[in-house]
């Protein structure tokens, strides 16, 4: 089976550095890329980045970009998701899901249950 | 970077009526790479619909999508208790990818 299970709920204070985790199963890890979408409370989804563990190759949107680092380690199937440096608007659930198509840009079929990540201040 | 905008925000539909949701794109959508989601609350997200008109695995036939260039639909010919929900739009042509900002599905 197909599936990503992504790391626990974080309650962390402000100022704090964190990663989260979805370790991946069921498939070649490395010819499908990996997203991660942020959901803040009561709103919709928003799409942070992506990477291609075979190589690393990583996107991010410029909402994103420098506030946060994605990341994949192949031996172990994982991709993480990490903040240097949390703010109380960084509260949020945040999903890793799968591109559907190997080795290209596509929908995301697959989803992580999501980490909620709270972070006060 | 190319901004969704769905409408309405909420459609209030009874069980057995058609529901038609509008996805906009600020720009075309390049090779109709548009997909739609469904999410339920405290669920992450389902997909629906792939290359604007392709339903995705498992997908009852009275979920359709269709649209080219920057007018999309999603249409659920006949609304089932399961299906009040959230939908969302993605376009994965260009990046950063985006996704639209919700159409919420709920019980009249």
């Known amino acids: 089976e197909v599936q990503l299970v992504q790391s626990g709920a974080e309650v962390k204070k402000s100022g704090e550095s964190l990663k989260i985790s979805c370790k991946a199963s069921?498939?070649?890890?490395?010819?499908?890329?990996i997203g991660w979408v942020r959901q803040m409370p009561g709103k919709g989804l928003e799409w942070m980045g992506i990477?291609?563990?075979?190589?690393?190759?990583?996107r991010y949107s410029p909402s994103f970009q420098g506030q946060v680092t994605i990341s994949a380690d192949k031996s172990i199937t994982t991709a993480y998701l990490r903040w240097n440096s949390l703010k109380a608007s960084d509260t949020a659930m945040y999903y890793c899901?799968?591109?559907?198509?190997?080795?290209?840009?596509?929908?995301?079929?697959?989803w992580g249950q999501g980490t909620m990540v709270t972070v006060s201040s | 970077e190319i901004v969704l905008t769905q409408s309405p925000g909420t459609l209030s539909l009874s069980p057995g009526e058609r529901a038609t949701l509008s996805c906009r794109a600020s720009q075309s959508v390049r090779s109709n790479y548009l997909g739609w989601y469904q999410q339920k609350p405290g669920q992450a997200p389902r997909l629906l619909i792939y290359?604007?008109?392709s339903r995705a695995t498992g997908i009852p036939d009275r979920f359709s999508g269709s649209g080219s260039g920057t007018d999309f639909t999603l249409t659920i010919s006949r609304l089932e208790p399961e299906d009040f929900a959230v939908y969302y739009c993605?376009?994965?042509?260009?990046?950063?990818?985006?996704f639209g900002q919700g159409t919420k599905v709920e019980i009249k």
């Open positions: 290359g604007a008109s």
């Open positions: 069921g498939y070649s890890f490395t010819t499908y890329w």
């Open positions: 990477i291609y563990p075979g190589d690393s190759d990583t």
């Open positions: 899901a799968r591109g559907a198509v190997a080795g290209t840009f596509s929908v995301f079929d697959i």
């Open positions: 993605q376009q994965y042509g260009s990046s950063p990818w985006t």
